[in-house]
């Protein structure tokens, strides 16, 4: 396994024309603009997609896998995210779309649902009631925000509820049980999550909280949707589906948080807003809240910036959906049997998440002194306007560059223009 | 020793800018490298001190000065001073008006809660003068 963080969101540097358009939207202010084109800072990054919807150039882009990657597996399990079903005109039913997605050449379709109705079951009858956690609670599911919270918001690291992901839970069960009904070694099992978001394959590649994802491959929404389109039609032999209410809902911002059918909750949606609230919760003023849903995307999953759908449209579809279908309807018995898959580490995050200091100016507490010293400095000599041309998100950020060293040639134009005025004078 | 300071100006009534000052604060000690638990401690006394001035004074500053030892957060106002020191101190007593509670704050645990985050915390009120609070935070090794 190689151990060399890699990430799903890259720049396509023919495309870029150097514009500030992406530096001013990255919440952690991993974008610079070095000569003339987007440069991502690789430890900064959480790969939550900002840069990507932003980009009036598609320069900002994704790396997911592809269907070659197949060819790897003897039997191919395609993991759909919820997502999907709100990508269609609302008369094609989700089996069409199960169906569909097989035929483009997988061997099994395992819905999602499976995960995300263990998760919310664990959390509402399990987690908010065990002792000793810290409140509020707040949801694992958003890779980008658990990424967030390791940069900017460390001290909230116990507060993450440690349960896996919903496909993670899928593909865990699913691979698990095809390996004993096919009687196929677990090697040969390949899993492929259809993924309306970014951070997630990072998160496939280089798991948080867990050793390794049960998960092999993750494909683009974007990238697969014409072979689903072109797949449906033929109504003979559906896969009769078994989603529930919930897990249709789960996707759209505030799902998660209703369908555990607690009133003191917080559903927020869109990475700004989360910061705000997450600002809050470090100050200590949201204690008496049990739950924050937090999600990067505006409008939640469907909002990923791998979707083709418009969220507003998408959601009003997964509506529909979810009316069809019945309420999720667990047993006694299965509560037990999800708490022992949670309490065994089966479906549990077992590793610890480590808080990331990559904003820090130096290691040493007297030399960050220092350099904080100059950084103050050199903001008294800037006109504080925050314009970007100079490639860096704020003036403070260009100050911070000077003094790391990381930014040699580093120029302000508003500086220099006033500079020829008032020798014009 | 090297050591860093900063001063922000805090209105009275400025509900729109309340909470920026420790946002700041906040900011600066993630950016020196300080340990998670004392950044907590800090933007807890800092933002408690902030609100204050901006419910009970009539403005004034918060500082902060940072040395590889400890930090200290200065909140200094121009009046109106408290009249009992010792009664403010408990938990739950305000002066705060009602229309301030409505808003959730004003609890009565500002003070008290700026001193349970500080190792050394002095209040000094003087009626029609001002208020001056200092709390320091000690820096462990290796923080």
């Not at chain 1, 050449?105 to 509402?124: M, N």
């Not at chain 1, 600002?279 to 937090?294: A, H, N, S, W, Y």
Request: net charge neutral; hydrophobic share 40%.
């Amino acid at each position: 396994m190689s151990n060399e963080y890699s990430h799903s969101v890259i720049l396509r540097e023919d495309r870029c024309i150097g514009c500030t358009s992406c530096l001013k939207v990255c919440p952690t202010e991993a974008i610079r603009v070095r000569d003339g084109k987007a440069k991502i800072i690789s430890d900064r990054c959480i790969d939550c997609g900002e840069c990507i919807r932003i980009c009036p150039n598609h320069a900002k882009s994704a790396i997911t896998d592809d269907l070659n990657m197949m060819k790897k597996f003897k039997y191919n399990i395609a993991i759909p995210s919820l997502t999907i079903y709100g990508q269609f005109p609302s008369n094609i039913s989700i089996s069409q779309i199960l169906t569909s997605i097989k035929r483009i050449g997988f061997d099994e379709v395992v819905e999602d649902t499976i995960g995300a109705d263990i998760s919310i079951f664990l959390i509402k009858e399990y987690l908010l009631k065990k002792p000793g956690m810290e409140f509020p609670l707040i949801n694992s599911s958003c890779p980008a925000i658990i990424r967030l919270i390791q940069i900017r918001f460390p001290d909230l690291i116990p507060n993450i509820i440690t349960i896996e992901t919903p496909v993670e839970i899928t593909a865990r069960i699913a691979k698990t049980e095809v390996a004993k009904r096919k009687g196929i070694d677990i090697k040969d099992i390949g899993v492929f999550f259809i993924t309306p978001c970014t951070a997630r394959v990072t998160s496939i590649r280089n798991p948080l909280g867990i050793t390794e994802s049960y998960v092999n491959g993750a494909i683009s929404i974007k990238d697969i949707y014409g072979e689903i389109v072109r797949n449906l039609g033929d109504n003979n032999n559906l896969i009769k589906g078994i989603s529930t209410r919930e897990s249709i809902l789960w996707p759209i911002a505030g799902g998660q948080a209703s369908a555990l059918g607690i009133e003191n909750y917080l559903a927020v949606d869109g990475i700004h807003d989360v910061i705000k609230v997450l600002e809050e919760v470090e100050l200590g003023k949201l204690e008496d809240i049990d739950f924050i849903e937090c999600s990067a995307c505006t409008g939640g999953c469907v909002g990923g910036p791998l979707v083709i759908q418009n969220s507003f449209i998408a959601k009003n579809r997964l509506m529909k959906h979810a009316k069809k279908v019945d309420i999720s309807k667990y047993t006694k018995e299965d509560l037990d049997r999800f708490i022992k898959m949670y309490e065994d580490g089966f479906i549990r995050l077992t590793e610890k998440i480590e808080p990331k200091s990559v904003m820090r100016l130096d290691k040493d507490l007297s030399k960050s002194i220092h350099k904080m010293e100059l950084v103050t400095e050199i903001l008294k000599n800037l006109p504080g306007l925050d314009c970007g041309i100079c490639g860096s998100p704020t003036c403070r950020a260009f100050a911070e560059d000077i003094v790391k060293g990381e930014n040699k040639k580093a120029v302000c134009m508003i500086k220099t223009m006033n500079g020829f005025k008032s020798k014009n004078l | 020793m090297g050591n860093i300071s900063y001063n922000f100006p805090i209105e009275k009534d400025d509900f729109e800018r309340a909470g920026e000052a420790s946002s700041k604060i906040k900011k600066i000690l993630r950016q020196l490298g300080m340990d998670s638990s004392i950044i907590r401690r800090v933007a807890i006394g800092a933002y408690e001190a902030e609100m204050n001035l901006v419910i009970h004074s009539l403005g004034g500053t918060i500082g902060i000065t940072i040395d590889p030892e400890s930090i200290i957060i200065t909140a200094e106002d121009t009046g109106p001073g408290i009249e009992n020191v010792q009664l403010a101190m408990k938990e739950g007593y305000s002066t705060a008006p009602d229309r301030i509670r409505e808003m959730g704050f004003g609890a009565g645990m500002g003070l008290p809660n700026m001193k349970k985050c500080s190792d050394s915390f002095d209040i000094e009120s003087i009626v029609g003068k001002g208020t001056k609070i200092v709390m320091k935070m000690m820096l462990k090794d290796g923080d």
